[in-house]
């Protein structure tokens, strides 16, 4: 059985003390989770080694990284490397959201590097996948999704698939208030699983979670969630409130 998990991308918000006190409220509210459901939690770089402490010892629920770079160490001021990451403590880190691809120019090949890098260090991939609005009113988000999928992963072994989580987030979605409708979600989530399959197994393709991102809240993560494609969520302004993301946590359980 694939693992559910709800994910926190704090994006560029929260000082060090908001961020403490965010994670000792989620901590309070007490999620219980279990093999089959995990949280992680991705703050801003400088809040890892806070948020790694302040989860030690609490199962199920990782810290996670908005990104890394592409090389092991070296001369790239003001990169962070994965090797550095995994010393932190970090599980998890997503890889190819669509603000660092549309902000700092990431492209699919570095993307791949990106991918190579995290799993080469142990760390388990977030790669982010979604279609913006033009291309959804044209109607060929599928291939649109198929191409990312196939630029920046499917080089990889089912071995290494077996580390990576996918998150659908159509951009026309993300912090504009407008969710995809959970057919949408459905539709693209079992075309994701379904090229997955094509290129390695429908095994290998039924093993990996696939999170939907972009505008999720308590209100309808449940409906989301109750897809049979739909393996949990990556939550940007919902993660940034203990009990809008704790009850996006429970939607995820009731599932
Ligand atoms: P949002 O962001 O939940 O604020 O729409 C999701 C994301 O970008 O990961």
Not at 4 to 21: C, P, R, S, Y
Not at 242 to 254: R, V, W
């Amino acid at each position: 059985m694939r693992k559910k998990i709800v994910a926190a991308n704090w994006k560029m918000n929260l000082t060090l003390e908001e961020g403490k006190k965010l994670v000792e409220d989620i901590l309070a509210g007490n999620p219980a989770l279990d093999t089959h459901n995990e949280v992680v939690i991705a703050p801003p770089f400088i809040h890892i080694t806070q948020t790694v402490a302040q989860l030690n010892n609490i199962s199920h629920i990782h810290a996670g990284s908005q990104n890394c770079y592409s090389e092991a160490s070296g001369a790239y001021t003001g990169e962070v490397s994965a090797p550095m990451l995994k010393d932190a403590g970090v599980r998890y880190v997503i890889i190819g959201h669509s603000e660092r691809r549309e902000y700092f120019k990431e492209t699919d090949a570095l993307l791949a590097k990106k991918t190579d890098q995290a799993l080469a260090n142990s760390l388990q991939v977030i790669f982010c996948c979604g279609e913006p609005l033009n291309i959804r009113d044209a109607d060929t988000q599928n291939q649109h999704v198929a191409d990312q999928l196939q630029a920046s992963i499917f080089h990889l072994s089912a071995e290494q698939l077996k580390n990576v989580v996918i998150a659908y987030e159509p951009i026309w979605a993300i912090g504009t208030g407008r969710t995809a409708t959970s057919v949408q979600a459905q539709d693209m989530h079992a075309h994701i699983r379904q090229t997955l399959a094509g290129k390695y197994s429908q095994a290998a393709a039924d093993n990996v979670p696939i999170l939907y991102g972009g505008s999720c809240k308590p209100s309808n993560a449940a409906e989301l969630f109750a897809c049979p494609d739909v393996d949990g969520g990556l939550i940007g302004g919902a993660s940034l409130k203990a009990d809008e993301f704790l009850g996006i946590i429970a939607a995820m359980k009731q599932h």
